[in-house]
């Protein structure tokens, strides 16, 4: 299903409107056209491009699902893959939406591969700012890519938030919380790599659109580029932060579980060196040889305190040691 819009003049006059009437519109300069479909037809999309006078490659890389953020110039338009993401509200996965944009000096086209992307988020968000629609194609352009990398604030800030919570597990009792700490570290690791495959490109997609040689951003609206450009830059540094955080838990994850497997030998070793004593005495009784207090029962009264002389000896250095 296609949605259209139609400025002119900075206001928005019409919505809606059948496809096969954008060339008409396009005809008056004053006129400003978004497109949005949902995995169009080869076919449909194809009559769309050759109407538009978009080039082939421009149409491939639309169709196409796994392209790479970045920017392709042609002649006469411009051809963004972008991806919008969100962290899953149950766990540390994270969704990818995908969304190939075509920019031509009248028309915004977007080529939605995937469902989840919140298109009524993205218009309310141009619906906000009216007085910048005057400035047609950019105008759209800017509130997308702003929605755009919102998101991938949102994202980095909820990836933050779920390292928080592993940071206070890490020193928790209990053999769960270790696996669990485990499980979500390599969870969040996945994800942030994830995102920075989409983050990153994002700095010389918004920073090549704000170059004059492209005229695509005009003078008034550069100052709003520049704030999308300063989030792109800190959502991929806090990214970058974040997978060296992500690597330090794991790792100190890994170092409070060899420590708790090294509490676990002592107590272990401790107990094992406190039962052998009365192993060792009682077997030396046992021989059949004669020794003192053999066949009286002094020498069941010395091998007894013996026993527990030496027991009690051994657990309280071992208490004094910190082993037990």
Do not use: C
């Amino acid at each position: 299903m296609a949605r259209t819009r139609l400025y002119r003049d900075g206001s928005l006059v019409e919505e809606d409107f059948p496809v096969r009437d954008i060339s008409r519109h396009l005809e008056d300069p004053s006129t400003t056209v978004w497109l949005d479909l949902y995995r169009p037809d080869r076919a449909e999309f194809t009559a769309v491009g050759e109407e538009l006078g978009l080039h082939e490659l421009a149409l491939e890389d639309a169709l196409h699902e796994g392209q790479r953020a970045k920017l392709d110039n042609y002649r006469t338009h411009h051809f963004l893959s972008v991806y919008a993401v969100a962290v899953d509200p149950d766990g540390a996965g994270l969704t990818m939406s995908e969304l190939a944009v075509i920019l031509t000096p009248q028309a915004l086209i977007t080529v939605r591969k995937d469902a989840a992307f919140a298109l009524d988020e993205l218009v309310a968000r141009w619906d906000r700012t009216p007085a910048l629609a005057a400035h047609g194609v950019a105008f759209l352009l800017h509130g997308l890519l702003d929605h755009v990398v919102d998101g991938h604030f949102a994202a980095v800030r909820q990836l933050d938030e779920r390292i928080e919570e592993l940071d206070a597990l890490i020193f928790a009792e209990g053999g769960r919380q270790i696996q669990t700490v485990q499980r979500q570290s390599y969870a969040l690791r996945k994800s942030l790599v994830r995102l920075r495959r989409v983050v990153l490109p994002m700095r010389e997609v918004v920073n090549a659109l704000m170059r004059p040689d492209l005229d695509v951003v005009d003078g008034p609206l550069l100052p709003y580029y520049r704030d999308v450009y300063d989030h792109v830059l800190r959502a991929g540094e806090w990214t970058e932060s974040l997978r060296d955080l992500v690597a330090s838990v794991m790792e100190t994850n890994l170092s409070v579980q060899a420590n708790r497997m090294n509490l676990i030998m002592k107590k272990v070793t401790s107990w094992a060196a406190i039962i052998a004593v009365p192993t060792a005495i009682t077997g030396f009784y046992g021989q059949n040889l004669p020794y003192p207090g053999f066949a009286h029962q002094s020498g069941f009264i010395v091998s007894s305190a013996v026993i527990v002389v030496a027991s009690l000896t051994l657990y309280f250095a071992f208490k004094h040691w910190d082993w037990l």
